[in-house]
């Protein structure tokens, strides 16, 4: 007997991790006779009443499988694209089909800003649940986000391989590393990979420093070096509304050229050393979650589950050491965990000499 109904979506930009947490939360709830529907294409499934069931023959085979089976999209329900019309407050459809199929919860699987949305649909009148996801792992209130490990891996991998091709051509090479604007992705890529420079929002850099640091390496025989670069990165001067001082820096922004072509353009006039880039973009969003994330979505998608039956909405289910935590999404939504600049994983790399261009 069906004891309740709830629908399902994945908003937000994609991650590996996503299918294993959509099945964990549909194996755990079909268990306990909970019936379990999932929207299309994120938020805009709900307001168009677009979605699929979720039986036990859509939820297996998929645990390994990257990307989304129910698709994505940034749609937000209080200002969705309505073409020339601009932007719609559809909230009123997303509250009229939740009533259609009579549910009693919707599960909403993303990141910070997906939060914020379920926060809106709580406030007219629907039960919500939010799991943490995204590559950045810059969700509030979780130890970490699942996405993340995977991401990193791929991230780490290409640092590795991008070490003997640098080393053959006695060059420097600018790893551009997505992560918005947090630093964890670089981080913690850049250290597993033995990045000589690391460049993240939390810290903003002087590029004379860095020059200094790659410069370093050449006296001392190292003749090519790896700058893991966050996407968010940015100079000192930047950062503080100023406009660049250094000789090299101080040139106008091109919108055409990314932070870390304008990086290695600036590196290349400042040490004389040949420089690359190599950007990574959405190949650290594709392929098979790794091991860890399959495990870590699984955890909160039948944590999920188990907190729908107790009739437990309004939170963001959070991982905090071995336990999962209930968080309440009023404290969730609109905070943002970036790089605390005392984090371990900075002091690790200080340590075994990584420059952060500080
Ligand atoms: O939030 C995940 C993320 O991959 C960020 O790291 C990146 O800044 C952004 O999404 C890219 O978004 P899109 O896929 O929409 O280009």
Not at 60 to 84: C, E, Q
Not at 214 to 233: C, N, Q
């Amino acid at each position: 007997m069906v004891k309740k109904i709830v629908g399902l979506l994945t908003a937000g930009g994609d991650c590996p991790g996503l299918n294993a947490a959509i099945r964990g939360v549909g194996k755990a709830a079909n268990s306990l006779d909970i019936q379990v529907i999932g929207y299309l294409d994120g938020f805009r499934g709900l307001v168009e009443n677009r979605f699929i069931r979720l039986d036990s023959s859509r939820l297996s085979g998929i645990l390994t499988v990257g990307g989304t089976i129910l698709g994505t999209s940034r749609d937000k329900p209080h200002k969705m694209p309505a073409g020339k019309l601009g932007t719609v407050d559809m909230r009123p459809f997303a509250v009229e089909n939740y009533e259609k199929q009579h549910l009693d919860c919707l599960v909403c699987l993303g990141g910070g800003g997906t939060a914020k949305n379920a926060l809106r649909l709580q406030k007219e009148g629907l039960n919500v649940i939010t799991l943490p996801k995204t590559i950045d792992n810059d969700v509030w209130g979780t130890d970490v986000t699942f996405g993340f490990d995977t991401a990193m891996a791929i991230a780490t991998e290409a640092i590795d391989r991008l070490h003997s091709t640098a080393e053959s051509h006695h060059r420097v090479i600018v790893v551009e590393i997505m992560g918005h604007n947090a630093g964890w992705l670089a981080l913690g890529s850049g250290v597993a990979g033995g990045a000589d420079v690391i460049l993240i929002p939390e810290i903003p850099y002087d590029i004379d420093k860095v020059a200094d640091a790659v410069l370093h390496r050449s006296y001392i025989g190292k003749r090519f070096s790896i700058v893991a670069m966050s996407e968010g990165a940015m100079a000192a001067e930047k950062a503080k509304g100023k406009k660049g001082k250094s000789a090299s820096d101080d040139d106008e922004e091109s919108p055409f050229e990314s932070v870390s072509m304008r990086l290695a353009r600036n590196l290349e006039t400042l040490t004389g050393l040949e420089s690359r880039v190599t950007s990574l973009g959405h190949l650290q969003r594709g392929g098979a979650p790794s091991p860890t994330d399959r495990l870590l979505a699984t955890r909160l998608g039948t944590a999920c589950a188990r907190l729908i039956e107790k009739g437990h909405y309004g939170v963001m289910v959070a991982i905090r050491g071995d336990d999962y935590v209930p968080i309440p999404l009023e404290e969730v939504a609109g905070e943002r965990k970036t790089v605390p600049l005392d984090h371990p994983w900075v002091e690790s790399a200080r340590l075994v000499g990584t420059s952060f261009g500080d």
